[in-house]
């Protein structure tokens, strides 16, 4: 059954924590006022999808549309930044206070109950066997293209698998698992609200992502994590395609499929997260200012 955004916002609330909400709780952690959850809790409880406070079976049915399927890992790349370390680790595999950098993706994947994970590999693709130790679900998409062509070479591999799918750049330190959800509404693309960035950034109106650029004011600052519900997912995979055997397709970053070079094609939302929740270390310098053991 369909559900509108109010609904979808309850429910995957009360299907997240599970426990009996009150409609001031509900109306502390939605936003809406406490009229507009009167108003769609009653409509909840007419369709059986709550009861009591809590969500019943029919409730956690009629989210499974909206529910995280999978993880798509891009990890073929060199992460030539952060030479010295890279030249003998691959950049997701290097450890941050004893922990590899992608196992933060990876659990928080597992705590969101996304248990279908694929990682795109190609530089030292070999070490990447390690994870199955601790992650024996796994699954590699191998990229030969990895030293000729940008990242989009590893979507193009992953191209079917991007419906009710996340997209992961493999190299961001995740210090706040609670941002990776396990349902959405829509389409989406985590940012953190800024007010002047030198770095990838969006322009947003009424939520929707306009442009993607690099520095600004007043705009939100890419964070490589991104969201694709069923239909989008499907359009990706021909998109994708598209742009990579189109000129100077190789040099693109695939994420500009949907928000530049094939933009009319969707209306990606902004999801909102803070500096604290996520960071992406870019170079050695900045490993060793946040593990000083680097630093000898």
């Keep these: 059954m369909n559900i509108t955004r109010k609904q979808f916002d309850i429910l995957a609330n009360l299907a997240t ?3 009996s909400k009150t409609q001031r709780e509900l ?3 939605t936003g ?7 108003k769609v809790v009653n409509e909840l409880n007419e369709a059986g999808l709550i009861k009591d406070g809590m969500i019943t079976d029919k409730g956690i049915e009629a989210l499974e549309p909206y529910r995280a399927k999978r993880a798509v890992f891009i990890a073929a790349g060199f992460g030539s930044r952060m030479v010295p370390i890279t030249l003998n680790t691959p950049k997701p595999l290097v450890r941050v206070h004893g922990k590899r950098i992608i196992d933060s993706l990876i659990d928080a994947c597992l705590e969101a109950e996304i248990n279908e994970i694929y990682i795109a590999r190609g530089y030292l693709a070999e070490q990447f066997d390690q994870l199955l130790y601790k992650y024996p679900m796994i699954k590699f998409l191998e990229n030969p293209m990895y030293n000729e062509a940008n990242n989009i070479s590893s979507a193009l591999l992953a191209s079917s698998l991007l419906s009710n799918s996340y997209v992961f750049e493999a190299d961001l330190l995740l210090s706040n698992p609670k941002i990776i959800k396990k349902y959405h509404y829509t389409s989406d693309f985590l940012a953190i609200k800024k007010d002047r960035t030198d770095d990838w950034c969006f322009v947003v109106k009424d939520g929707i992502i306009k442009e993607e650029k690099v520095g600004g004011e007043d705009c939100w600052q890419m ?4 969201y694709w519900n069923e239909e989008d997912g499907k359009k990706l995979s021909k998109d994708i395609a598209e742009v990579y055997e189109g000129p100077g397709g190789k040099e693109r970053y695939w994420e500009q499929v949907p928000l530049v070079y094939k933009k009319e094609n969707y209306a990606v939302e902004v999801a909102e997260c803070k500096e604290e929740d996520i960071v992406e270390i870019d170079t050695f310098r900045e490993l060793k200012q946040i593990d000083k053991s680097y630093d000898v």
């Design 27 to 29: 109306e502390s952690i």
């Design 17 to 19: 924590d599970k426990t």
């Design 223 to 226: 964070v490589g994590i991104s």
């Design 32 to 38: 809406y006022s406490l009229g507009t959850i009167n």
